[in-house]
């Protein structure tokens, strides 16, 4: 069974830093592009950053500088270095991906539980 899980999140003072992971993990033949999202309750969902399966990264302008998308490949995970955090920034962060599975585990669009991130001093 394909699934994503997220870590890293939590409480931080403005101006903190905080990692986010995202590991993949089951039958998994390959991985798409990768991305973070953030949603804050009563507000549509924000693609924060993406990064393709050759390192080509995207992010929304609002955290561009202070913010870094990665990925292993080899350990099927991403990710969402943040640094200067805002207030602003408090969400609760999913990962995404497009996941191709090997035998019977289902090819397709998959999303982790989210991690909240809490900026707040």
């Known amino acids: 069974q394909v699934q994503l899980v997220e870590s890293g999140g939590g409480l931080v003072q403005p101006g903190g830093s905080l990692r986010l992971s995202c590991a993949a993990s089951?039958?998994?033949?390959?991985?798409?592009?990768m991305v973070w999202y953030r949603q804050v309750p009563g507000k549509q969902r924000e693609l924060v950053a993406s990064?393709?399966?050759?390192?080509?990264?995207n992010y929304v302008d609002s955290v561009k500088g202070r913010f870094t998308i990665s990925r292993d490949n080899a350990k099927n995970t991403v990710y969402l270095q943040m640094n200067s955090l805002k207030p602003e920034d408090t969400a609760l962060y999913y990962c995404n991906a497009f996941i191709r599975a090997r035998g019977s585990s289902r090819s397709g669009d998959y999303w982790g539980q989210g991690t909240q991130v809490t900026v707040s001093s």
């Open positions: 089951g039958s998994i033949f390959s991985i798409n592009t």
């Open positions: 990064i393709s399966s050759e390192g080509i990264t």
